[in-house]
C-alpha cells in the first residue's frame, strides 16, 4: 500500500510539464490562509470607511477560496508567463489579478501580503462613481473591492527568466468584477462593517 500511494503522488507531481524551469510553485494551506484574510482585511477598510479618498461601502462580501478558481490560476501560472489568461467557469465571469516580484538570486517562499497589498495601492489613482469603465492603472484595485466579488482562488510560480528570477502570483475572482457600467460598491452610513 506504502508503495502505490508513492507512486501515485509521484504521478500527481509529474503530471504537469513546466514550459520553464522551476524552483517552487503551488499555493499552501497557510497562502490561502494569508490571501484570504488579506482580501477581506482590506475590503473592511472600505466597508468602514478607512480609506483615505474612497467612500465607505456598505455590501462588500466576505471572500471565501475556491478550488476550481484556484486549480485555473495555478495552471495560468504553470505557464511562467506575465499574461492574463481567459478562465471559463459556468457559474460567473471570472476576474483575474497578476503580480510578479523579481528576485536576484533563488529566494524561496511567498510573499501574498506584497502582492494583494500591491494590488488594493492603487485606490489613490481611483475616483468612485456609479457608473464604473475599466482602467488599466486601477483595475486590481477594484477587483479586490468589487463587492459582489465572493470567492478567490490563486496560484504562483517561482522560475528563472533571463539573468533573474521570477515569482509569478495569479489570482481569479468570482463572480468577476471590473464590469463596465456596474456598480464597484454602494455607498452609505453603515451596514455590514464585518462584510456581508
Known amino acids: 500500500m506504502k508503495h502505490f ?10 503530471e504537469y510539464a513546466f514550459p520553464c524551469s522551476v524552483y517552487e510553485y503551488g499555493v499552501t494551506e497557510k ?31 466576505r471572500m ?20 492574463h489568461s481567459p478562465v471559463s467557469d459556468a457559474r460567473w465571469s471570472v476576474g483575474q489579478n497578476l503580480y ?16 494583494v497589498q500591491w494590488w488594493f495601492d492603487e485606490h489613490p489613482m481611483y475616483t468612485y462613481t456609479t457608473d464604473y469603465q475599466f482602467d488599466e492603472k ?15 482562488g490563486c496560484g504562483y510560480t517561482y522560475y528563472p527568466d533571463g539573468d533573474r528570477n521570477e515569482k509569478l502570483y495569479v489570482c481569479n475572482y468570482g463572480p468577476g468584477g471590473n464590469v463596465d457600467h456596474g456598480l464597484i460598491y454602494k455607498v452609505g452610513d453603515h451596514g455590514c462593517e464585518n462584510l456581508c
Not at 510578479?100 to 502582492?115: H, L, S
Not at 486601477?138 to 478567490?152: D, E, F, K, L, M
Request: charged share 15%; aromatic share 6%; net charge positive.
Open 31 to 61: 497562502d490561502k490562509s494569508t490571501i484570504l484574510n488579506k482580501h477581506n482585511a482590506l475590503r473592511k477598510l472600505i466597508a468602514n470607511g478607512q480609506v483615505e479618498n474612497q467612500p465607505r461601502g456598505v455590501n462588500l462580501k
Open 138 to 152: 486601477t483595475g486590481h484595485y477594484t477587483q479586490v473591492v468589487w463587492a459582489n466579488t465572493s470567492h478567490v
Open 64 to 83: 471565501i477560496w475556491d478550488d476550481y478558481l484556484a486549480g485555473q490560476a495555478q495552471n495560468i501560472a504553470n505557464m511562467c508567463k506575465f499574461k
Open 100 to 115: 510578479i516580484q523579481p528576485t536576484i538570486g533563488v529566494q524561496k517562499g511567498t510573499d501574498w501580503n506584497a502582492a
Open 5 to 14: 500511494l508513492c507512486l501515485a503522488v509521484l504521478l500527481a507531481v509529474q
